[in-house]
């Protein structure tokens, strides 16, 4: 069974604070790795992907690979009130036939606070 | 990134009934997936749609109970059949339209509550 696991939360930062979000996975042979926003009532946004081992940045926004820990990370800088919302982690495990699936973690609920 | 068209929005039906929720994406793409997000919870993978072929299901999921199509390259369906109040949820489509490249996009989803 493929596992993604996240801290429920919530996570409450005050704003203009770093939001730090974690995520383990259980398939070492995992390739791809996806970050999504999802507001409340709403569908899943894509924010951030990372393949390759090391930190990606994008605005506030910077992901963190470590495939040995089985690790990813997302850091949020100067955190708004607008980044409130579920942040779900999601895996793109090494599946037989190729089929390309992503499963998901529960999601961790961030709340900035003003 | 691709645009995906999901409807209806919303839904309030009765039990014993079916419902068939439609997918459009503005661009051919290979593979569609149908998710369910039960209230609280995180997404669930029902099943993987090729374009030609019957729809690969998760396990849990029977063709019986959420029969899919997938006419062509931009265009899916999945039904939800015989339908009681645990099948109350969001259920959500989803395209890779650049096979791993820039991720996935979702379609704006449907609420779906059976009483």
Redesign the interface.
């Known amino acids: 069974q493929k596992e993604v696991e996240q801290n429920s939360g919530p996570l409450s930062v005050p704003e203009g604070a770093i939001a730090s979000l974690n995520c383990t996975y259980s398939d070492r042979g995992s ?2 790795f ?1 970050w999504y926003r999802q507001y409340s ?6 924010i951030m ?1 990372i393949y390759s081992n090391g930190d990606k940045e994008d605005g506030r926004f910077t992901a963190q690979l470590n495939k040995a820990s089985q690790y990813v990370s997302l850091l949020i800088r100067d955190s708004q009130p607008s980044d409130s919302a579920t942040y ?1 982690c ?1 895996v ?1 495990p090494l599946t037989q036939g190729g ?9 961790t609920k961030l709340t900035v606070n003003p | ?1 691709a645009v995906i068209s999901q409807k209806p929005s919303r839904d309030i039906c009765q039990r014993g009934t079916s419902l068939t929720i439609q997918c459009q994406v503005d661009s051919q793409v290979t ?1 569609m ?1 149908w998710y369910r997000q039960q209230p609280g ?5 029902i099943a ?1 749609a090729n374009q030609g072929s019957e729809a ?1 299901y998760e396990s849990g999921f029977v063709i019986d109970k959420f029969p899919i199509s997938r006419p062509n390259l931009t265009f899916s369906t999945l039904t939800v059949s015989n339908m009681s109040p645990e099948d109350s949820s ?1 259920y ?1 489509c ?1 395209v ?1 339209p650049r ?2 490249v ?8 449907t ?1 779906l509550t059976v009483v």
Do not use: H, W
């Open positions: 390739q791809s996806f009532g709403k569908s899943p946004e894509l992907s779900l999601a793109n089929s390309e699936k992503l499963v998901f973690g529960k999601g | 990134s593979m997936f919870q995180s997404l669930t993978l993987t690969t969001i959500l989803s890779d096979q791993g820039y991720g996935y996009t979702f379609g704006s989803g609420r």
